[in-house]
């Protein structure tokens, strides 16, 4: 099964920008669309972007135009390049697979569920 690390996460001021990366192992990643997920203080995990298989991309109203999601299958990595960063993207970041729900519980993710590939997060914390 594929396992998840997340890093690049990190204190930056709104308006500035950082580099999300997230290390895959396993020997399916070219064959999975992936996502990153952002979990708020109210503990929902939600889907704010992902990349399919073929170079299709899917962002959520808030962070489209501002956040960029891509993949190198040979690093067998997913990136999300986040800008204009706002107070309101201050959340921990997952990746995982993609999923059929926009939303999941913080129990969930830590269950492994729906599917048990989460990674174990990175902290995204702007300051105005």
């Known amino acids: 099964q594929v396992r998840l690390l997340e890093s690049g996460g990190g204190l930056v001021q709104a308006g500035g920008s950082l580099r999300l990366s997230c290390a895959a192992s396993g020997d399916t990643f070219s064959k999975k669309a992936m996502a990153w997920f952002r979990q708020t203080p109210d503990r929902r995990v939600c889907v704010a972007a992902i990349?399919?298989?073929?170079?299709?991309?899917y962002y959520t109203d808030s962070v489209k135009d501002r956040f960029t999601i891509s993949r190198d299958n040979a690093l067998n990595t997913v990136y999300l390049q986040m800008s204009g960063l706002k107070t309101e993207n201050t959340a921990i970041y997952y990746c995982?697979?993609?999923?059929?729900?926009?939303?999941?519980?913080?129990?969930?993710?830590?269950?492994?569920?729906?599917?048990?590939?989460w990674g174990k997060g990175t902290q995204v914390t702007v300051t105005s």
């Open positions: 995982g697979s993609k999923k059929n729900g926009r939303c999941y519980s913080a129990y969930e993710v830590r269950q492994g569920r729906p599917e048990n590939d």
């Open positions: 990349s399919g298989t073929s170079g299709h991309t």
